[in-house]
């Protein structure tokens, strides 16, 4: 079955270190980016930023660069997605996604179901 | 930075009403626009994508248009399933930007 399955949900303390995950099977890891997208309680959503696995080139969203960090394992088809120092406004619902990427007549359009992280 | 503002905000319909989302963008960015539905505790779901291509298994009652800075979503008769959270999102740039969405509510 293709699809992104990611980790569980997290409670963390302000300051803390995090690191989620969301594994991809069905499809070749490695020829589709993969990115993250939040949803803060109640809020829209927000790209945080994207990463071809294939060769690891990593694109943010300005207002997350230095924020986060993004990163894929070839070998196990994962995906990541770290912080160094949580803040409570961190708190949130975070999802993997294949996003659209140029010119493409069959999108993947795959979606983890989310991940729950909680900074208190 | 690429802004995409929606609107309206909310919209309250009933079923079998036709109603239509508008998405604007701060700079043009060609036919790079994509649709999505969410329902609450989901994830969103692609609906259209090039600013007019149904994505498969999508019902033919969804449709979209436009280019440039100025894009429409049109639901052409409402079922109870169309009953969420709409937004748009441009491509044009590698990492997207979406609207701040339209809640859709049944009135």
């Known amino acids: 079955e293709v699809q992104l399955v990611q980790s569980g949900a997290e409670v963390r303390k302000p300051g803390e270190t995090l690191k989620i995950s969301c594994k991809a099977s069905g499809y070749t890891f490695t020829n589709y980016w993969i990115g993250w997208v939040r949803q803060m309680p109640g809020k829209g959503l927000d790209w945080m930023g994207i990463i071809y696995p294939g060769d690891s080139d990593t694109r943010y969203s300005p207002s997350f660069q230095g924020q986060v960090t993004i990163s894929a394992d070839k070998s196990s088809g994962t995906a990541y997605l770290q912080w160094d120092s949580l803040k409570a406004s961190d708190s949130g619902i975070y999802f993997c996604?294949?996003?659209?990427?140029?010119?493409?007549?069959?999108?993947?359009?795959?979606w983890g179901q989310g991940t729950v992280v909680t900074v208190s | 930075d690429i802004q995409m503002t929606q609107s309206p905000s909310i919209v309250s319909a009933s079923v079998g009403d036709r109603v239509t989302f508008t998405c604007r963008a701060s700079?043009?960015?060609?036919?790079?626009l994509a649709w999505y539905q969410q329902k609450p505790g989901k994830a969103p779901k692609l609906l259209i994508f090039k600013a007019s291509s149904l994505q498969r298994d999508v019902p033919s009652r969804f449709s979209a248009s436009g280019s440039g800075t100025e894009f429409t979503l049109t639901v052409s008769s409402l079922e109870p399933d169309d009953f969420a959270t709409y937004y748009c999102q441009q491509y044009d740039t590698l990492v997207g930007t979406f609207g701040q969405g339209t809640r859709l509510e049944n009135k």
């Open positions: 700079q043009t960015i060609g036919r790079w």
């Open positions: 996604t294949t996003p659209i990427v140029g010119d493409t007549t069959r999108p993947l359009d795959l």
